[in-house]
């Protein structure tokens, strides 16, 4: 059995990981609009992760015979200014989920809950990555995006991106 505070922190994590889906479907809108394609594909990839993320986390209270507690997601509100903006916002949630994540973490640790955390190590990694990959990403807009050539080849490159599921077996 689960202890309350980290069920109720593992149902609020459900419903940051659907928002940070709608906040990377808005981002993928975004770029889509503007005829950046590979930057869409991209965020749209980041989207998929989120949702899958956020049913890891549903499976994870579901076989801890626990309930999911399904919450309102909030609509993205960001208006994006410039082709960086989205990215540094994403890099910006990214580090949030961050510290979601820890604050789980620190509380089945100060519980003792190993199960829960063995089940949070995966997600600690992924949040290394995903920071990472944003933090690249920024610095490869800040290489070449001012250029339109520079522009058009990482476009590109984003756009070559594969969606890959979670091969995290619960």
Aim: aromatic content about 14%; hydrophobic content about 40%; overall charge negative.
């Amino acid at each position: 059995m689960l202890n309350e505070k980290v069920i109720k922190l593992l149902n609020n994590q459900i419903n940051a990981e659907f928002y940070s889906s709608y906040l990377y479907l808005d981002m993928s809108f975004y770029y889509a609009e503007e005829g950046l394609d590979g930057f869409s594909n991209w965020f749209m990839i980041q989207a998929m992760e989120e949702k899958d993320h956020a049913l890891l986390f549903c499976k994870y209270l579901q076989n801890n015979e626990e309930k999911v507690i399904l919450e309102e997601i909030k609509k993205p509100d960001i208006i994006f200014s410039d082709f960086k903006d989205p990215l540094v916002n994403a890099l910006r949630h990214e580090q949030y989920v961050t510290d979601l994540i820890h604050n789980m973490y620190d509380a089945a640790y100060s519980l003792k809950d190993f199960r829960t955390m063995q089940f949070l190590d995966w997600f600690i990694k992924e949040q290394g990555e995903e920071e990472l990959n944003g933090d690249t990403l920024i610095k490869k807009y800040d290489l070449f995006g001012s250029d339109a050539k520079g522009l058009y080849m990482l476009d590109n490159e984003l756009g070559a991106r594969v969606y890959s599921a979670p091969s995290l077996i619960l």
